[in-house]
């Protein structure tokens, strides 16, 4: 009995005071902080918000009014969100809007929240301030549709659509992608990377490989030129993922060097197209060409932008030699050290070298040879007069190894998906993803 008499007293109690924390906000000073806010933290800190006295909700939108414009307190998050309405800053005592209010800081897409203004287009940067239960909401509007951050001096957005959009007919309630156009710097001098592709099972992973590594350097523009006669969804869409700006050109090998049952020149045609390209586009800068399927030390990058005329240094996992490299004996070129000679006057790996763009002007005529196996030898000579006294020497002076002729397992082409077993599963979006010859 008497245990039934305090459970009664108790829930009593409870009743009263629940009614009575109701009647009174809670004073600033007395509210909890909740100091992770994130969105892997959401669940609990809704379910802290649901459980608490009815007081605080009518105290939150009391604060939303006197709070109009604060933006020092702890824990300030952004969100953007396309087509959402302002959200309201009066004061009001209605649940609903102060739910509102509270789960727009925790990252819930808006769309389940706020209802869309249809002839409002422009996006809406929305910063909101939380205190616990105490919510500050203001609302700016940008003038454009798509939120890009840029390299200040570097790059710049347009609004021209990518080429992965322009190819793959993406229409229809799809993002608009803007492309970072390249606007090159005086300081640092820019680099242009020529990288010849060719359609094969490990194009794009090659190409996501060098992609990223690119992406750490400053001030460069990445030529993709690739062995075909128009360009490829898939690949444009790596490189918009990436994000390393980009041109992806095409170059197709000349039909008589294809036909042809001896050793193909392969990448010629799309080098020299990277290079008609620095002649029409670029004034400064220097030019190298790299492949997709090498390693490259960031640190090379840094050095070879300052080329004068030519630059070179050793490339590691070159012929039997295990390197291709320019001798050096008291600081000046003797020769060459490769696994092959073969006659050449320049015997170095393609990736050992690097041109400035302002000499390559100055030699209109110079071009890459269809000729296998003496690409390099026959655009080095190309630049001629060129002494060894001109040629830099990177690299430590020739005693690091940065760059290595790396190679690709030759994978077979993948076999086609059964439609009739997977058609309906997430495999038929992986098979328009691969790359088949």
Partial sequence: MYLTIFVATTCVYMVLYQYHMSRQPLATNEVIKHSDKSSSSSSSF????????????NATALGQGEGQGQGQGQGQMQLHASNATELSSAPSSSIAES????????SLPLSSLLSSDANNNNNKTIITTTTALTTTTAATTTTTSTTTTTTPKLLTTTKTTSHAHNSMGIVGGAAHKTRPTFIAASEPPPLYIITPTYRRPEQLAELTRLGYTLKHVPNLLWLVIEDANRTNPLVAHTLDRIGVPYEYLVAPMPEQYKLTKRAKPRGVSNRNRG?????????????????????????????????KKVSMWPVGLVTKTGVSSPIIRDGKLEGYYDGWIGGRKYPVD???????????????????????????????????????????????????IL?????????????ALNQTRYGHTNLAFIEKMLVRP
Avoid at 99 to 106: E, G, I, N
Avoid at 403 to 415: I, M
């Fill in 46 to 57: 809704i379910a802290s918000y649901l459980w608490s006295p009815m007081g605080s909700i």
């Fill in 99 to 106: 739910a509102m209010s509270f789960l727009s800081t925790v």
């Fill in 275 to 307: 290079l008609d390209y620095l002649r029409a586009n670029a004034t400064e800068g220097v030019l190298y060409f790299a492949d997709d399927d090498n390693t490259y030390d960031i640190s090379i990058f840094e050095q070879m932008r300052y080329t």
């Fill in 350 to 400: 393609m990736a050992g070298f690097a041109v400035s763009v302002k000499f390559l002007h100055e030699r209109p005529q110079a071009k890459m040879p269809f000729k296998p196996g003496y690409e390099e030898d026959g655009f080095l000579r190309s630049l001629a007069p060129l002494d060894n006294a001109e040629i830099e020497l990177l690299a430590d002076e020739c005693r690091e």
């Fill in 403 to 415: 760059t290595w002729h790396t190679q690709t397992k030759k994978n077979p082409a993948a076999l």
